[in-house]
């Protein structure tokens, strides 16, 4: 009589599991609860924090690991660490239906965050609370997209509101000064992207004090880098231009 040893099972407990198929094959990773999203986000760059070993299941929960053959097969590699970065990037995370639920309401809130500490009533100056934001986005019955991040779903937050309350993005305070020779033309070229020129001062260089869209920043700095040839400066005098105290709906 023969006895069955289970070499090839790994046992593993509290674990969050993320799902893809392949080649007509499933295949699963074992990771931290409450660190996938933040993989998934940016926030963590750390793939051994993430998971809980660096193989490649066919079951997660019975131990069951996948053969190198499939493996190939599926992903063109057996380098089981890349392919876990695959299926942590692309497959499906699986959990029960209340840690969904949790999961959605803390991505509600974080979105709601993001937005009041981005935004501003245009016309007061003034940002918006979190309760605030959090009571529009229901109001527009927005719907929370787990496999997107926070960040990208805010700005898209802030497209839909737009169309239902007075809210932007705050803008940023900056200050340039451009060489005198380069100092008009391209001022003609940086006005499209200004909101409002505070102040100018014009005598052996141009400085311009103005207000932009942050969305703005990287074109703008890009765009007197270039012209200027590294001679012109480009400084932040300030993230957000808000007035004090919190806009409330009356």
């Given at each position: 009589m023969s006895i069955f040893t289970p070499t090839n099972q790994i046992r593993l407990t509290n674990v969050a599991v993320v799902r893809t198929r392949r080649a007509g094959k499933r295949f699963e990773i074992a990771c931290y609860r409450n660190k996938v999203m933040g993989w998934r986000s940016g926030a963590e760059k750390d793939i051994d924090e993430v998971l809980q070993t660096n193989?490649?299941?066919?079951?997660?929960s019975k131990g069951q690991v996948a053969k190198?053959?499939?493996?190939?097969?599926?992903?063109?590699?057996?380098?089981?660490t890349e392919?876990?970065?695959?299926i942590l990037t692309k497959g499906e995370?699986?959990?029960?239906?209340?840690?969904?639920?949790?999961?959605?309401?803390?991505?509600?809130?974080?979105?709601?965050?993001?937005?009041?500490e981005k935004c501003v009533n245009p016309e007061t100056k003034r940002?918006?609370?979190v309760i605030l934001i959090e009571r529009?986005?229901?109001?527009?019955?927005?719907?929370?997209?787990?496999n997107k991040s926070t960040k990208q779903q805010a700005l898209e937050v802030i497209r839909q509101l737009k169309e239902t309350m007075q809210i932007e993005r705050a803008h940023m305070r900056l200050r340039f000064i451009l060489p005198a020779k380069e100092g008009k033309k391209l001022k003609e070229k940086l006005k499209p992207l200004i909101k409002v020129i505070e102040s100018e001062d014009f005598d052996e260089q141009l400085e311009i004090v103005c207000l932009v869209d942050p969305g703005c920043f990287r074109e703008i700095d890009e765009l007197i880098r270039c012209e200027t040839?590294?001679?012109?400066?480009?400084?932040?005098?300030?993230?957000?231009d808000v007035e004090e105290g919190d806009e409330k709906f009356e």
């Amino acid at each position: 009589m023969s006895i069955f040893t289970p070499t090839n099972q790994i046992r593993l407990t509290n674990v969050a599991v993320v799902r893809t198929r392949r080649a007509g094959k499933r295949f699963e990773i074992a990771c931290y609860r409450n660190k996938v999203m933040g993989w998934r986000s940016g926030a963590e760059k750390d793939i051994d924090e993430v998971l809980q070993t660096n193989t490649v299941f066919v079951n997660v929960s019975k131990g069951q690991v996948a053969k190198k053959e499939d493996l190939l097969k599926a992903f063109g590699t057996d380098d089981q660490t890349e392919i876990c970065k695959m299926i942590l990037t692309k497959g499906e995370l699986q959990v029960s239906d209340k840690e969904r639920h949790t999961q959605l309401e803390q991505m509600f809130r974080d979105i709601a965050t993001i937005v009041a500490e981005k935004c501003v009533n245009p016309e007061t100056k003034r940002p918006y609370t979190v309760i605030l934001i959090e009571r529009a986005m229901k109001d527009i019955h927005y719907s929370v997209k787990p496999n997107k991040s926070t960040k990208q779903q805010a700005l898209e937050v802030i497209r839909q509101l737009k169309e239902t309350m007075q809210i932007e993005r705050a803008h940023m305070r900056l200050r340039f000064i451009l060489p005198a020779k380069e100092g008009k033309k391209l001022k003609e070229k940086l006005k499209p992207l200004i909101k409002v020129i505070e102040s100018e001062d014009f005598d052996e260089q141009l400085e311009i004090v103005c207000l932009v869209d942050p969305g703005c920043f990287r074109e703008i700095d890009e765009l007197i880098r270039c012209e200027t040839k590294g001679k012109g400066s480009l400084e932040v005098l300030s993230l957000k231009d808000v007035e004090e105290g919190d806009e409330k709906f009356e």
